[in-house]
């Protein structure tokens, strides 16, 4: 897999409807790209992937947005990202890297678990507290979000 994966360059736009797929709060969205740092995943300078990266503290770095190109999804792209993430995280002295989503995500929670993340704290009704429409996944409403975090 040829895959590039670099800062977003300062005359490139985000690109938000991959981020909106991801997280569908532009408002949200907004705020961690202010932030955070935003991340392009390339292939043969085609944008197959984004990701934002945001310091919680001085131990915890947090993957707030991954989001692959549908074509591209189920090729190793998202792991390759994180493990993208935990290096550099762990390069700039970090111990943990912690990844949220939602308690109706299903799929995504057995994948970090996959990835040897740990169940790390559940935010009781934070889709209901920050975000004006209901989220929702697999026929079920998002109301809690469960955090992971894995030992760099």
Not at 62 to 82: A, C, F, M, P, T
Request: hydrophobic share 40%.
């Amino acid at each position: 897999m040829n895959l590039e994966i670099g800062k977003l360059g300062h005359t490139e736009k985000a690109p938000m409807d991959l981020l909106f797929k991801a997280d569908p709060s532009i408002e949200m969205i907004e705020k961690y790209l202010y932030s955070g740092e935003c991340y392009l995943a390339k292939m043969n300078d085609e944008v197959v992937g984004v990701f934002v990266l945001m310091p919680n503290n001085p131990q915890e770095m947090e993957l707030k947005n991954i989001s692959i190109v549908d074509q591209y999804q189920g090729q190793g792209i998202g792991k390759e990202i994180i493990k993208y993430v935990m290096r550099i995280s762990k390069m700039e002295g970090y111990e943990y890297l912690v990844v949220k989503t939602a308690d109706t995500s299903a799929d995504t929670i057995k994948y970090y678990e996959k990835m040897k993340f740990e169940h790390y704290f559940v935010a009781k009704g934070h889709f209901l507290k920050y975000y004006n429409q209901p989220i929702i996944e697999n026929g079920n409403q998002a109301i809690d979000q469960v955090a992971m975090r894995r030992k760099l």
